[in-house]
């Protein structure tokens, strides 16, 4: 989370320390409903299986 006390101040709550290098922006909005982690919808058959794969490039 982020929030503004003269510059943006960014905090990870889970781990209970500030935001570093290794972590990832994933998403940016004005509250929760704005970039919530899992969104939408899925029409098909259920036992299709679905993944996720995620790359990570460090950008210079």
Known sequence: ME???GRWTAFDPTNGIPVGER???VG?????????PLKGVYAGP???GQG???AITRLR
């Open 46 to 48: 259920a036992n299709t």
């Open 3 to 5: 929030w503004w006390a």
């Open 52 to 54: 996720v794969e995620v």
């Open 28 to 36: 940016r909005g004005r509250e929760y409903g704005d970039v919530p």
């Open 23 to 25: 972590h990832v922006a």
